[in-house]
C-alpha cells in the first residue's frame, strides 16, 4: 500500500470525491494557486477549475456562511480555515445556520458541508494553537472528526465529504510531517468509529489528533515498567464511538483521557462521565493544557500542554490510586 | 547522512538521485533531491568525491539522520562493511527550495 505525507492522503480524498460528485466545490484562503497552507490543495486548481476551487478573503465568516449557503441552496462546500482558532469568527454561521439548519427546517433542508482546520500548538502563540473540538461536540448538529494518520485522514475525510450535514474536520500541524499508509483503492472509514492502535490489559488511553501520536509513545514507555495500555484514537468527537470505549474501559477498568485542549469541560469531561455511567466501577483521569493560553515561547508552550512524560506520569498515578 | 536541521521533518521521501554509483561528484554538483512535508531539498557535494554506494531508491522513505550513501576521495577507495558507520562523515550542502 502507498506511503504518501499527511497533505497528500487530504488532497487525494479530495481530488476522488471531486471527481465523483460536481457539486462539490472548495473555498478558502489560498487554496487555489498557492495550494493551501500545508500543500494540502496542491493541484486541485489547476485540474478542476477556478469555480470549483476558489480563493477566498482574509474573512473567515464570510468563508463559512458562504458554504453554508451554498450547500443549503444544492451545492456541497468544504471549507479551509486555515487555524481552528479563527474558526470563532465563522462559528455564527456553522452553528446557528449550518448545523440547525435540519431542525430548522424539519428535515426539507440541510447544509452538507465540511469545514476543514489546523489546530494544535507548534510555536505559533496563544491565537494560532488552539484546540477547540470541546466546543465543537457541545454544537447538536455538528460531526467533529480529528484524525492523527494519513491513512484516517483519507478515509475520515472521503466519509465527511459525503455526509448529509456539515462536518468539522480537524488535523493538527504536528502531523503533516508524518508520512502514512493509505489504501490502494478507495476506502471509507465511517464517521463514529474509534480505532484501538494498542492493545493492552491495565489502563484505557484514550486521545485524538496529534495526541494520539503522543498517548503511543506514552503506551511504549508504561511497557518498559510492565504497564500494558490500550491505546484507544477516538478518530470522531462526535458521534464518539462509545462501543468500542466501553469494552476497553470494562476490560481495563482504568480510563486516562488525554487532550490538548483544555481539560475544564474538555473532551476527556465527556469522555469520563460517559463511561462512568457506563461502567461504574471505572477509575478515570484526565489530562489536558493547563488553564493559559499557549504561548508563542518554546518553554511557556511545553509548559501548557501535555507531552509524552506528562501523559506516562498520569497513567502511572492513575494505576496507584486508592 | 540526511541533514538533521531540517526544520521539523519526521519523514522525507528520496525524489531522485542526480548521479549514478561510480560517477565523479564536483564540488556543488547535487547528488539528489528529496522532500519533507513542505519542501524540495536539493543536496550537494561540498567537495569533490565519488558516489560508491546508494542505500535508498527513488520513491523510498527516510529519516533525518540516515546515511544515504557513501561517497570516497577515490574510486578505488576501500569501503566500510555494510552497516558500519564510516570513521568520517562527509557533509554536503543543501538547499531548501
Known amino acids: 500500500m502507498p506511503r504518501v505525507f499527511f497533505r497528500e492522503a487530504l488532497s487525494r480524498a479530495i481530488a476522488e470525491e471531486m471527481e465523483r460528485e460536481p457539486r462539490l466545490f472548495l473555498l478558502g484562503q489560498d487554496i487555489a494557486g498557492h495550494g493551501g497552507s500545508y500543500a494540502e490543495t496542491r493541484g486541485l486548481f489547476e485540474r478542476f477549475g477556478p469555480a470549483r476551487v476558489r480563493n477566498t478573503p482574509v474573512a473567515e465568516a464570510m468563508t463559512v456562511g458562504f458554504a453554508a449557503g451554498a450547500a443549503a441552496a444544492g451545492l456541497r462546500a468544504m471549507a479551509f480555515i486555515t487555524y481552528l482558532d479563527f474558526l470563532m469568527l465563522g462559528l455564527d454561521a456553522l452553528v446557528n445556520y449550518a448545523a440547525k439548519l435540519r431542525f430548522k427546517s424539519a428535515g426539507q433542508l440541510t447544509a452538507p458541508m465540511v469545514v476543514k482546520a489546523t489546530a494544535g500548538a507548534k510555536g505559533q502563540g496563544p491565537t494560532h494553537a488552539q484546540c477547540i473540538e470541546s466546543w465543537l461536540m457541545n454544537v447538536a448538529g455538528l460531526t467533529v472528526l480529528a484524525p492523527s494518520t494519513a491513512g484516517d485522514a483519507y478515509g475520515l475525510l472521503k466519509s465527511a465529504l459525503r455526509a448529509p450535514g456539515p462536518v468539522v474536520f480537524i488535523d493538527h500541524k504536528k502531523l503533516f510531517p508524518y508520512g502514512g499508509i493509505v489504501p490502494e483503492q478507495e476506502e471509507l472509514i465511517p464517521i463514529g468509529t474509534a480505532a484501538v492502535r494498542r492493545v493492552g490489559r491495565h489502563l484505557t488511553l484514550v486521545a485524538h489528533s496529534y495526541m494520539s501520536v503522543l498517548a503511543l509513545e506514552a503506551a511504549t514507555q508504561l511497557a518498559v515498567s510492565g504497564i500494558e495500555a490500550e491505546v484507544i484514537d477516538l478518530r470522531s468527537l462526535w458521534p464518539i464511538d462509545w462501543d468500542s470505549l466501553t469494552i476497553s474501559a470494562r476490560h481495563t477498568g482504568h480510563l486516562l483521557v488525554v487532550e490538548e485542549g483544555q481539560v475544564v469541560c474538555g473532551v476527556g469531561a465527556e469522555l469520563a462521565f460517559g463511561l462512568r455511567e457506563r461502567v461504574p466501577e471505572l477509575r478515570v483521569a484526565r489530562l489536558g493544557a493547563r488553564r493559559m493560553p499557549v504561548a508563542a515561547s518554546p518553554a511557556l508552550e511545553a509548559y501548557a500542554i501535555p507531552d509524552v512524560q506528562a501523559i506516562v506520569c498520569a497513567a502511572q498515578a492513575l494505576l496507584t490510586r486508592r | 547522512m540526511i541533514p538533521i536541521e531540517l526544520g521539523d521533518a519526521i519523514e522525507v521521501r528520496l525524489l531522485l538521485w542526480c548521479k549514478t554509483e561510480g560517477q565523479l561528484l564536483k564540488a556543488g554538483d547535487t ?38 550513501a557513501w561517497l570516497s576521495d577515490e574510486p578505488g577507495e576501500p569501503l566500510p562493511r555494510e552497516g558500519a558507520v564510516p570513521g568520517e562523515q562527509l557533509l554536503v550542502a543543501f538547499d531548501v527550495t
Open chain 2, 31 to 68: 547528488l539528489l533531491e528529496f522532500e519533507t512535508d513542505k519542501a524540495l531539498v536539493l543536496v550537494s557535494a561540498s567537495q569533490p568525491a565519488v558516489l560508491r554506494r546508494c542505500f535508498y531508491r527513488e520513491g523510498e522513505w527516510m529519516k533525518p539522520g540516515d546515511t544515504v
